[in-house]
């Protein structure tokens, strides 16, 4: 079973503080890797991907990357009460599969 | 990013009948699928749709009970048969861009009764 884990939350943090999301993922034959913002009765919204190791930046937005531990977070910066919603990682897999495979998500909250 | 509308947005259902979501993309793409979100919970695949095959399903959904048309670039339906209260959920269509990158539609919000 190729799984993608995320602690359910609630994360809780102050306004203008830094939000760290986690996931792991157990197929090493991901290839790349997404985050999803979804607001309670919305869809999921894409708010950036990754698939190389390292760091990538977008805004307030960094996803960091480490294969060799099968690991992906996501940081935000400066977090804002509009950031509260449910945050999804997903991973792409193997060549010739396109989905996605969705870890459960990890539901922030940022308290004014 | 393609604009994509799926109709209807909700619906109220009876047991044991048929609902159609249609899934519309303002832009050609190649491969779209459908998702499910029951409540509470993150999203499960049910099936990739390609436009002149047949649909792809995921363990535990058949075509019997999720029939999938894809008559061309731009559209897409999902049926849910014989529904039960089980089948209550969010029910997306996705497309993938550039490649890589999957959007989303606005979801179809389906309890049935």
Redesign the interface.
């Known amino acids: 079973q190729k799984e993608v884990e995320q602690n359910s939350g609630p994360l809780s943090v102050p306004e203008g503080a830094i939000a760290s999301l986690n996931c792991t993922y157990s197929d090493r034959g991901s290839q790349?890797f997404?985050w999803?913002r979804q607001y309670s009765g919305?869809?999921?919204?894409?708010i950036m991907?990754i698939?190389s190791n390292g760091d990538k930046e977008d805004g307030r937005f960094t996803a960091q990357l480490n294969k060799a531990s099968q690991y992906v977070s996501l940081l935000i910066r400066d977090s804002q009460p509009s950031d509260s919603a449910t945050y999804?990682c997903?991973a792409?897999g193997y060549t010739g599969r396109?989905?996605?495979?969705?870890?459960?998500?990890t539901r922030l909250q940022v308290q004014p | 990013s393609a604009v994509i509308s799926q109709k209807p947005s909700r619906d109220i259902c009876q047991r044991g009948t048929s609902l159609t979501i249609q899934c519309q993309v303002d832009s050609q793409v190649t491969m779209m699928f459908w998702y499910r979100q029951q409540p509470g919970q993150s999203l499960t695949l049910i099936a990739t749709a390609n436009q002149g095959s047949e649909a792809t399903y995921e363990s535990g959904f058949v075509i019997d009970k999720f029939p999938i048309s894809r008559p061309n670039l731009t559209f897409s339906t999902l049926t849910v048969s014989n529904m039960s209260p089980e089948d209550s959920s969010i029910y997306l269509c996705s497309v993938e861009e550039y490649g890589n990158t999957q959007y989303f539609g606005p979801g179809t919000r389906l309890t049935v009764l």
């Open positions: 790349s997404f999803y919305k869809s999921p919204e894409l991907f698939y999804l997903a792409k396109r989905a996605l495979t969705f870890g459960s998500g």
